[in-house]
Structures are given as structure tokens and as C-alpha cells.
């Protein structure tokens, strides 16, 4: 494994540990519902396990502001999270 794509592995769980922690402080207030908030959960821990390393296809270190990561992340959870809720 390359240097590069070793810290886009730790740049990565580590926004699955981010998008987590954000998930929970909106659940504690009733701000985002039970059934959401666990489908959020899962999918930032699946983001965290290096599961979908796959669908984050640019390089998370282009430009150095990871804005492109930043959007595939939302869209990868937006899809992920829709998909569980309609479930």
C-alpha cells in the first residue's frame, strides 16, 4: 500500500467516525429520529470498517481541502442512509 492511499485510508474512517459523532448529538435531543439516526450509525460505521472505500473515488487529498471527499461522502450517505430508512 502506498503512502498516498494509506492516509486516504485513515482520512476516510476517520470521516466515518466524524459523520458518527455528528449523528448523535442531533439523536440525544429527538432532532433526528431513532430509525434514522441507526441508519446513520451504520453507515459511518461502515464507512469506518473500510467497506466502502470503493465509492470514494477521488483522491482525498486533491487540492488539499477535500472537497471532493467531503461531497462523495455526502452523496455515499444520503444514497446509504435513504436506502435503509425506505426499507
Known sequence: MTLLRWAATDFVEALGAVKLASARPNHEPGLLDGRRFAACAAVAEEVRAAALDDQFVVDVIRG????????????LRQKLVGQVVAA
Open 64 to 75: 488539499g481541502t477535500g472537497t471532493s471527499t467531503s461531497m462523495d461522502s455526502g452523496v
